[in-house]
């Protein structure tokens, strides 16, 4: 069974450009949250999508955005980038199968170095 | 904002020895969990407790939680080197199951 697949798995950007990652979850799996992880700040939620629906949503400004798709595959931007989103992105998916809980598999991150 | 906080940040032990790390949460929750980071890779599940349950066991981990104090506890006997990794407690909470993290603790077993 194939794990979470995120894409690219490193990238390299200057300040004001945009950049779009893209998460392929487990199949079977409708559940996609991403998480922005800094040394600083630790692990923090972004977004998370079910069904094609932003079912939850952090605190993080509208340059932020994501999207899924109907194969449950998900994409994130950034736009107008900022020196301090150089952070390792991590994308998740859920089953909520029968014990109803979030229980997350994650995939090896997406670090984006902002210059 | 965090819900959960782990304590302590950081964690040295030898091998052999037990590692007890705490993390405490601030709003009701449906379940905690913990996770596993290995040098900046994916997060990896570990165990989860839910909110009516007090004591849970998987293999040589241990996890308890005391909802009146709003705190866990993540007990880790007969250490490894290759426990040696970051821990991280999760939150779930509300309706939408919602799934936060807290900045997570560095446990370093030396060989």
């Known amino acids: 069974k194939a794990g979470v697949t995120q894409t690219p798995r490193y990238l390299i950007k200057t300040r004001g450009q945009q950049v779009t990652l893209s998460c392929s979850p487990i199949?079977?799996?409708?559940?996609v949250s991403w998480y922005q992880q800094t040394p600083g700040q630790g692990l923090q939620f972004l977004f998370e999508y079910f069904s094609e629906t932003q079912r939850n949503k952090g605190n993080f400004p509208g340059r932020f955005s994501g999207r899924q798709f109907s194969n449950s595959r998900s994409e994130m931007n950034v736009s107008t980038l900022e020196l301090g989103d150089s952070a390792l992105y991590l994308c998740a998916s859920s089953l909520f199968g029968l014990s109803g809980a979030n229980v997350l598999t994650f995939g090896a991150g997406s670090r984006l170095t902002v210059l | 904002s965090q819900q959960g906080e782990e304590d302590p940040q950081a964690l040295s032990i030898q091998e052999g020895e037990n590692a007890t790390m705490n993390c405490s949460y601030k709003?009701?929750?449906?379940?905690l969990q913990w996770y596993r980071q290995n040098s900046g890779r994916g997060l990896v599940h570990l165990i989860l407790?839910?909110?009516?349950?007090r004591e849970k066991h998987s293999g040589r981990l241990r996890v308890t939680l005391d909802t009146s104090k709003k705190s866990s506890s993540l007990l880790i006997t007969a250490s490894r080197a290759a426990d040696t990794a970051s821990y991280f407690c999760a939150t779930e909470f509300g309706a939408n199951s919602k799934l936060t993290f807290g900045k997570g603790i560095t446990l370093s077993v030396r060989p």
């Open positions: 199949s079977g799996h409708r559940s």
């Open positions: 709003t009701s929750i449906n379940n």
């Open positions: 407790i839910r909110s009516n349950e």
